[in-house]
């Protein structure tokens, strides 16, 4: 199982565009990389998945280097509402790897 | 399209009494987790059913800890008898899949907050 690494909080303004980087050193050839956000006194929710490059959605973007060894969700133009715990996990897709959630980073948006 | 339900919301009880929870995934989610999150830290796998088979409970308290899903819809969570240490959010997730695909998207209920006086 790949080890993930990010900080543990940040804290960004509204308006303004945020970076998650993820490390995950030992990535191996089959993992994919999952990003899940979770408000307070909710449970996690999926934000998005990639395997390598850059994958897009109405929420966020997913920015993965050719190496695969870090990834970077980023939040375009974040609001009060994000808010929230986002954890980045990394497992294969094709086998019944354990997913293991790690403390995430506590991203805090300031007005 | 209808979330993963839970129940109760909150739980207070004195430790060594009994407790179960209640989830009931989206329909037709043919995979069932239950988590415990303890303040501060990320959700830890207690237990997963395929259907109504247990694929994984490896980081269940089997001494105190009991989990079931009859029928393979529904499923209860029960802490017998409750520690201290079982103060945490217990959340329910459930996934499409009927291979044990931990990686698909999983969906989260709003979880079960337990304190153990």
């Known amino acids: 199982l790949a080890k993930t690494t990010q900080p543990i909080s940040m804290d960004s303004y509204e308006g303004q565009e945020v970076n998650i980087t993820c490390s995950h050193n030992?990535?191996?050839?089959?993992?994919?990389i999952t990003w899940y956000q979770q408000f307070p006194s909710q449970g996690p929710r999926f934000i998005i998945q990639?395997?390598?490059t850059k994958v897009t959605n109405e929420v966020a973007s997913l920015f993965i280097p050719a190496d695969r060894k870090s990834s970077t969700l980023s939040l375009p133009r974040v609001s009060l509402s994000d808010t929230a715990v986002y954890y980045c996990?990394?497992?294969?897709?094709?086998?019944?790897?354990?997913?293991?959630f790690g403390k995430g980073t506590r991203l805090h948006i300031l007005p | 399209e209808a979330g993963v339900a839970q129940s109760p919301r909150y739980k207070i009880i004195e430790k060594r009494q009994s407790v179960a929870f209640w989830c009931n995934p989206i329909?037709?989610?043919?995979?069932l987790y239950w988590y415990q999150q303890i303040l501060g830290q990320g959700p830890k796998l207690l237990i997963q059913?395929?259907?109504?088979?247990?694929?994984?409970d490896s980081q269940l308290p089997k001494d105190r800890f009991s989990a079931e899903r009859l029928k393979g819809v529904d499923s209860t969570l029960k802490i017998q008898p409750a520690k201290l240490e079982d103060s945490a959010v217990y959340l329910c997730?459930?996934?499409?899949?009927?291979?044990?695909?931990?990686?698909?998207?999983?969906?989260f209920g709003p979880g079960t907050r337990l304190l153990v006086l």
């Open positions: 329909s037709g989610h043919a995979t």
């Open positions: 990639g395997y390598k």
């Open positions: 996990l990394v497992g294969d897709m094709n086998r019944d790897d354990k997913i293991i």
């Open positions: 997730a459930s996934s499409l899949s009927s291979r044990p695909l931990r990686q698909e998207t999983q969906y």
């Open positions: 030992n990535i191996a050839t089959n993992d994919y």
């Open positions: 059913f395929q259907n109504n088979g247990v694929v994984d």
